[in-house]
């Protein structure tokens, strides 16, 4: 990855040594991470500072897989115009529009 390198383990109870972050949880840090840009990138197009934009993502397991996703956005700029910066994110967001095309 561009030079970089990622550890990924497991916990104990899973067989690891809990090095690093599990598979799955990169896949839900990735998620924030991505629509986290992208709502900043909306921000910057629309010019609206979001000093302390955050992310959170969350998943709910069924058998092997995440059966459902949520992302939570957060900032103390006024809600109404936080939610078209978030809808603007949509459209920018490659790993949510990934994981809504699979």
């Known amino acids: ?3 970089f390198e990622v550890v990924v383990d497991e916990p104990p109870e899973a067989g690891g040594e809990d ?3 599990m598979p799955t949880e990169l896949l839900l840090a990735s998620l ?3 629509f986290a ?6 921000a910057r197009k629309l010019d609206v500072a979001l000093p302390d934009l955050a992310v959170e993502a969350d998943g709910s397991y069924t058998g092997l897989r995440f059966s459902a996703l949520r992302l939570s956005v957060r900032s103390t700029v ?3 115009q936080l939610e078209p ?3 603007r994110a949509r459209n920018y ?3 949510s529009n990934t994981l809504l095309t699979t």
């Open 1 to 3: 990855m561009r030079g």
């Open 19 to 21: 090095r690093g972050p």
């Open 32 to 34: 924030a991470a991505c």
């Open 37 to 42: 840009a992208s709502v900043a990138h909306a």
């Open 78 to 80: 006024p809600r109404s």
């Open 85 to 87: 910066l978030v809808a």
């Open 93 to 95: 967001c490659y790993v």
